[in-house]
């Protein structure tokens, strides 16, 4: 069973920083693109970050600039790195992958940006 659990939200000031991390587990984690979306109470759910098998990375306009996507192949691990938060970044934030044509997603992991 694939399974991808995010870790890492939580409350910080607007202009501070928080590390995300996604662990994955019952996939080949090397072969798979792996991606961070977030939805926000009344919103679409968005894509912020991808980033691909060979490390090519995409981000969202709105967070370009702010965010870092990365990996650890030997980890099994995807982190987005958020730095300089913005009250609009506030969103349940979701690791994603795609295992042929279905979609595969974590809990979500509550980012609240607030003073």
């Known amino acids: 069973q694939v399974q991808l659990v995010e870790s890492g939200g939580g409350l910080v000031q607007p202009g501070g920083s928080l590390r995300l991390s996604c662990a994955a587990s019952?996939?080949?984690?090397?072969?798979?693109?792996m991606g961070w979306y977030r939805q926000a109470p009344g919103k679409q759910r968005e894509l912020v970050a991808n980033?691909?098998?060979?490390?090519?990375?995409n981000y969202a306009d709105s967070v370009k600039g702010r965010f870092t996507i990365s990996r650890d192949n030997a980890k099994n691990t995807v982190f987005l790195q958020m730095n300089s938060l913005k009250p609009e970044d506030t969103a349940v934030y979701y690791c994603?992958?795609?295992?042929?044509?279905?979609?595969?997603w974590g809990q979500g992991t509550q980012v609240t940006v607030s003073s």
């Open positions: 994603n992958t795609r295992v042929g044509v279905r979609d595969y």
């Open positions: 019952g996939i080949i984690f090397r072969f798979m693109a």
């Open positions: 980033i691909t098998t060979t490390g090519s990375t």
